[in-house]
């Protein structure tokens, strides 16, 4: 089997060469996310990469420009064990220029700046982050809290190291009741980092003890449009701005603060639609 399943990558890294070399996810605790739940965190040793790469390279031949590092969360690997596996991927595909790799605040509050500057001279260019929220009462009934101007500290470490921070926040994630307040945190929190990108998910609550929540499940789709309208509304870092993934119920994309009045008539329109409906 070339990779355990199942397998996730950010939408901008459809045409990245995936490299597993860990499995799961270290933290594993937040409610509303079941993409790891299933499995079992776990560091693969230098031999299980070295083999893995082998396969990859049969399988897709040498050019590989691109490469993600999998699984949830790589990032939380020590630096000089990252450094060597990158250096195998270097060295199995010589073209390997850019990497990319999901990390959570958690894994890299461990990471300084010259752990980072280390990583970024390998390879890597661009960190994708699960902000999910910037209010700390949601992030705490989610199961992932870390107090805000924690996680603002430790992204502007990795917007230091000239990395691209690609952050995400979840709509949905404060309920009905907390709608508001979790857009304008977020928001706000988004300011204070200043991230290259910033994508916004919306909440599925399949497989999540959310669903069992009536604030969650109450939740509509009109609330989606004013949360992500809030949201939107209150953005004044220049971020390239993303809600184009899967989840999104209408694909919104443009920079922020500069493309703020089309997106906002994009999502009253949507608005409109959901009224009507
Ligand atoms: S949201 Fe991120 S940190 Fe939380 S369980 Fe999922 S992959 Fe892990």
């Known amino acids: 089997m070339l990779y355990s399943e199942p397998l996730f990558r950010p939408p901008a890294e459809a045409h990245s060469l995936i490299v597993q070399v860990t499995e799961g996810c270290a933290y594993n605790r937040c409610l509303f996310c079941p993409m790891y739940k299933g499995k079992e965190f776990r560091v693969h040793s230098p031999a299980e990469i070295a083999a893995h790469l082998r396969d990859l390279g049969s399988v897709y031949g040498p050019d590989q420009p691109r490469v993600f590092l999998a699984d949830g969360d790589a990032l939380v690997m020590e630096t000089d064990a990252l450094l060597a596996a990158m250096a195998k991927v ?58 805000a101007p924690r996680m603002v500290e430790i992204c502007r470490r990795v917007v230091a190291a000239g990395l691209n921070l690609s952050v995400m926040v979840v709509i949905g994630l404060g309920g009905r009741s907390r709608s508001r307040i979790h857009a304008e945190a977020s928001a706000r929190l988004v300011n204070e980092i200043g991230p290259s990108h910033t994508s916004l998910l919306n909440l599925l609550l399949a497989h999540t003890p959310l669903a069992a929540e009536p604030d969650y499940r109450d939740f509509g789709l009109g609330d989606y449009f004013s949360e992500t309208a809030a949201f939107v509304a209150a953005i004044e870092c220049r971020t390239i701005f993303r809600a184009n993934h899967a989840s999104n119920p209408v694909a919104l994309e443009g920079v922020l603060p500069r493309d703020r009045g089309r997106i906002l008539a994009q999502i009253q329109a949507a608005l409109a639609r959901c009224a009507g409906a």
Not at 107 to 130: I, P, Q, W
């Open 90 to 147: 270097r060295s199995a595909f010589p073209t390997a220029r850019r990497f990319a790799a999901y990390g959570s605040v958690f894994s890299l509050a461990a990471k300084s700046v010259e752990d980072l500057l280390r990583l970024k001279a390998a390879g890597l260019r661009t960190v994708y982050l699960g902000l999910e929220s910037g209010d700390e009462e949601t992030l705490r009934r989610v199961g992932k809290y870390m107090e």
